[in-house]
């Protein structure tokens, strides 16, 4: 089989589709690049001593882990002098960072969660990477946050890397998403997966089950049938499975089905949920739609919600179809 490399790929489906204008290629390209330095950071682990805590908080009070600090550095540093983009936004930083007036501007906006489930780095488990491609609004020199808040159905382009046995780069521009894998020798990324497909059915679920007492009637409603197994009215059986990083979860379901919740709960009324719309939540409704998937909040398609902040948090219902029906259609009936 030919060997089709990441740039061999941009540049093909740009010649098939005008999909891919140079500087859309070159973004993505340092993105990935940029991703294969963070995926040497990780594998170094306690050898460079970038394991534990950097005793920072971002702006979501949570405290920063060091590789937290270095994968949001090593984002900024491959993406400022490019020329690529307008600005750019992090889970790690308060507001946009704008690009120096050092370099030339581009027409795009870059979002990104540098170094999700950080939680897990410690212990070595997958981590990931998560980005999301906006465009700038026309006439727009300086990005503000109100210039980043676009619904997840303009998105030019989303993807993750997962940082697991292998590094792979999950990819769309909106013409499918295919999955890249790391050539550690050569240093590129080849494609290994033309146009994944999420199966419509599935019988595994992916939830964090210690906030059961926490969630709203839908969810425990939906999940208490899952849990009931073939004796209930599913009629079936389900596996549970639960990483704790959103890449390596959502992942799973890209290559065999399954469906992944994180629900609003009562923990914290402020919280509509704990991940991110932006960065999170966006980017990878974006990968799993363009997989077949669907992915909703609950209540509406994630790629429609309109944004408020750029830190906003959203409930998160995505994967096999038929599932995310379900639970969803548990929502409209309030229970
Ligand atoms: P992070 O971006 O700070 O790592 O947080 C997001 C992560 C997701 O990757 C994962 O699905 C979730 O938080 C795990 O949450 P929990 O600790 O409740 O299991
Ligand atoms: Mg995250």
């Not at 540049?11 to 993505?28: F, G, K, P």
């Not at 997966?193 to 599935?202: A, F, K, V």
């Not at 750029?310 to 998160?316: E, G, N, S, W, Y």
Request: proline share 4%; with cysteine; glycine share 10%.
């Amino acid at each position: 089989m030919r060997r089709v490399t990441l740039t061999q790929f941009l540049i093909e489906t740009q010649r098939e589709h005008q999909l891919i204008q140079a500087d859309l290629r070159l973004l993505i390209e340092v993105v990935a690049r940029a991703c294969k330095a963070i995926a040497i950071a990780i594998g170094k682990g306690s050898l460079a001593g970038v394991l534990g805590s950097a005793d920072t908080e971002n702006v979501q009070g949570e405290v920063q882990k060091k590789l937290d600090v270095i994968s949001n550095e090593i984002l900024l540093e491959a993406n400022e002098w490019g020329g690529h983009l307008a600005a750019m936004a992090s889970e790690e930083m308060d507001g946009p960072y704008a690009i120096s007036h050092r370099y030339p501007k581009g027409e795009y906006l870059l979002l990104f969660d540098p170094l999700d489930g950080s939680s897990n780095i410690d212990v070595n488990v997958s981590v990931g990477t998560i980005f999301s491609v906006l465009h700038c609004p026309e006439g727009v020199d300086e990005p503000e946050e109100k210039h980043f808040l676009q619904a997840g159905s303009r998105q030019v382009c989303a993807g993750y890397a997962v940082y697991g046995p292998t590094t792979l780069l999950v990819l769309t521009v909106g013409h499918g998403t295919h999955c890249f894998t790391l050539d550690r020798e050569i240093g590129s990324f080849v494609l290994t997966e033309r146009n994944m497909r999420i199966p419509e059915d599935t019988r595994e679920f992916s939830i964090n089950m210690s906030n059961m007492r926490h969630w709203e009637p839908p969810v425990t409603r939906y999940v208490q049938e899952l849990l009931a197994g073939k004796s209930g009215s599913r009629g079936k059986d389900f596996n549970m499975r639960w990483v704790a990083s959103m890449v390596a979860d959502v992942h799973r379901i890209m290559t065999r089905g399954g469906i992944f919740m994180y629900p609003r709960d009562a923990r914290d009324p402020g919280k509509p949920g704990k991940l991110r719309l932006m960065y999170e939540a966006n980017p990878m409704a974006f990968i799993v739609e363009q997989a077949g998937g669907a992915a909703t909040d609950g209540r509406q398609r994630i790629l429609d919600v309109k944004p408020d902040t750029l830190h906003q948090r959203v409930a998160v219902f995505l994967g096999s179809r038929n599932e995310v029906d379900v639970v969803t259609r548990y929502h409209a009936e309030g229970g």
